[in-house]
């Protein structure tokens, strides 16, 4: 049996239809009660009641995107996109995606790059080259505060350098090795590192994209 809807709650389906079909992302709730000539709160209020006829589904207190959901129950398959945050510093004891100091966001393909809450950092060096990281380019990152050896993550040194470096843990020290040989491993102790995400690719313009 068809789900039934008022009109203005099939002037909003029918409207993140169209957006997300044209832009691949969801526009934030300002942005559809500014286009609809509605207050935020009736926005939030009609979207609330998508919701519990299960045609859209929120991301969770931290996330800004809107899922439409199919008859199948699963998120409709134009919703190909997300926008995830460059974040400008990493701040100790926070987690990643409740950083307050975002450069900006970028949106990526979900199909490609998967995972829930994902962040970018802007690689500044040429210390990685060897890995296919090149300066200028936007590390796609996993949160993550554990490591397995030789993996590619961001960690933070002593709560205010952030880095992207190869990890190795030995029995004494933690090692973060660089992918160029004109730079040398670093070692810190282990109170000294904390792990912050894994590197899972690389954004490098439009059309350049590639795991690691």
Request: hydrophobic share 40%; proline share 4%.
């Amino acid at each position: 049996m068809p789900i039934q809807l008022t009109p203005k709650q099939q002037r909003l389906l029918d409207y993140l239809r169209e957006w997300i079909a044209r832009s691949g992302i969801s526009p934030s709730l300002r942005q559809a009660a500014q286009d609809l000539g509605i207050s935020h709160t009736a926005v939030a209020q009609t979207l609330k009641v998508l919701e519990e006829k299960g045609l859209a589904k929120r991301e969770g207190r931290y996330g800004r995107t809107i899922h439409l959901i199919n008859q199948a129950g699963q998120s409709a398959g134009l919703h190909r996109w997300q926008e995830v945050p460059v974040i400008g510093r990493i701040t100790a004891g926070l987690p990643i995606y409740a950083q307050q100091e975002w450069e900006e966001s970028i949106v990526i393909d979900a199909d490609f790059y998967k995972g829930d809450h994902l962040f970018a950092l802007r690689i500044k060096g040429d210390s990685m080259v060897n890995a296919g990281i090149l300066n200028g380019d936007l590390a796609i990152c996993k949160p993550r505060q554990f490591a397995s050896d030789g993996e590619i993550v961001v960690a933070l040194i002593r709560g205010e350098e952030a880095t992207v470096k190869r990890f190795y843990a030995r029995a004494d020290d933690i090692v973060l090795k660089p992918e160029n040989p004109a730079y040398e491993s670093m070692r810190y102790g282990f109170d000294e590192i904390l792990v912050q995400g894994k590197v899972i690719g690389i954004q490098r313009g439009p059309d350049v994209m590639q795991r690691v």
